[in-house]
């Protein structure tokens, strides 16, 4: 070491003596520590909170209660969630018809949907499901028995009952016909057996559930008004017959008495002669 660099430490040397037997501040750091873990704590709470799945409702009754997530254990996103109650409201329709769907374009269907707006109900709609989905919106519910006629690409005829509920609907729809649910199935049926790309697997009628031989059945019952005159008929014929029955009694016994007075009548002649 030379000569100078001896100098300058020892010059420096008291200085290093003061600044190290100065007394050292004491940091509080068991309190940041408290701190930063309750900011931590807080954090993890709302992230978590944040991160809770959106819960999703049933509008039908069930024996079994909806599935919140999927098979990875995931929740459903936005879209599922929103198709599920969707056709809960689709299922709700008073008159619900299930097709097979072989490849219908997008314009055959808004086709479809004209004709079934125009010849059957304003609120008669047309709609492509997903058969998976369905199912899941099926399972628990008193129309379980549909789940196997989703299979493939299904289509679906329907009222829409969401808006046919709606007490403001009559600002949309100034004149909505009230549901004849025979009626409007009859129409539905005739409606879309046009379509050759549409094969009917089934349905409901309110809550009866429908094979394709009972739909056809159905459609082809004569109008409302024939089956009430029938009915009339049936229950007043029997009561008219009885009513003429009874009125003729006493004609035939008046007739009777009438001619026994006649043929009594000359012999009383002779009698006095």
Known sequence: MSRG???VS????????RLCSAPQPQWPVRAMAVRGFAHSSAAAAAATKKAEPPVVNSLLPRSVPVKQVNSLDKPFNDRKRFLFQMYE???QSPVYLIYQNHNLTVGEVKQIRQQLKE??????????VRSSLMKA???GT?????NPLFTG???IVYVDYQRLQDPY?????????????????KSMVETTARQSKLLLLGGKLDQQLLNPQLVSHISQLPPLASLHAQLVAGVFGPIQAVHQTIKQIPQSLVFTLDQHRKNLTPKDDEASE
Do not use: M, T, Y
């Open 169 to 185: 609907a009559d600002l949309v729809h100034s004149e909505i016909p009230e549901v004849q649910p025979v009626e409007l199935l």
């Open 10 to 17: 020892l010059s420096l040397a008291p200085g290093l003596r």
């Open 137 to 139: 919106v099926l399972r």
């Open 142 to 146: 008193e129309f379980e028995n549909l």
């Open 89 to 91: 409201h689709q299922l």
């Open 5 to 7: 660099s001896r100098i």
């Open 153 to 155: 690409p299904v289509a």
């Open 119 to 128: 010849k059957c109900h304003p609120l008669a709609q047309v709609g492509i």
